[in-house]
């Protein structure tokens, strides 16, 4: 039987429902496919997650404060680290009016506190929060103050304050 003769026997509505039927016949083949597909990507992921789980609980482990303090900077390269600061500032273009800085030492340990004021966009700000804080590990920040001028301002004033945190020298 050729597709003509098919076609004038079933007609317009025949033919769309025969389509329609071989359509739904691909897709339960492929919904199957897909379903087990799902179900070994499922199993892989509870297999990594399970397998993730020992690392974590390793690294969670208390250490004691002489490894953790080992691994902040030393205090040779505060000046270095506080200049990397305020020049991705620049580099993102932020306007910053001044910065204030203090410098607190205790225990083998040291804090240089930075209070930034800066003007941007609230993208330029996010930008360099994220960017500062990846960028050096032993930064933290501890508060951060946001103000726009006027509702239809673009640019927001943004005060920071970051804590540069180091080995203090013996």
């Known amino acids: 039987m050729n597709l003509r003769l098919l076609s004038k026997k079933l007609g317009a509505p025949g033919f769309a429902g025969l389509a329609a039927l071989l359509l739904a016949a691909i897709a339960l083949v492929l919904g199957q496919h897909w379903d087990a597909q799902a179900t070994a990507l499922q199993a892989e992921a509870r297999a990594l997650r399970a397998k993730a789980r020992p690392t974590a609980a390793a690294t969670a482990m208390p250490v004691s404060v002489q490894q953790w303090q080992a691994t902040l900077p030393a205090s040779a390269q505060r000046q ?55 960028h050096d590990p032993a930064l933290s920040l501890d508060s951060i103050k946001l103000r726009r001028l006027s509702p239809m301002s673009a640019e927001v004033d943004a005060e920071l304050q970051w804590s540069l945190h180091g080995r203090s020298a013996p």
């Open 80 to 134: 270095q680290r506080l200049a990397d600061l305020l020049e991705m500032s620049i580099r993102l273009d932020l306007n910053s009016a001044r910065t204030e800085h203090r410098l607190a030492t205790s225990e083998g340990l040291e804090r240089l506190r930075v209070t930034m004021p800066v003007t941007g966009s609230y993208a330029q700000v996010r930008r360099f929060i994220g960017a500062a804080l990846e």
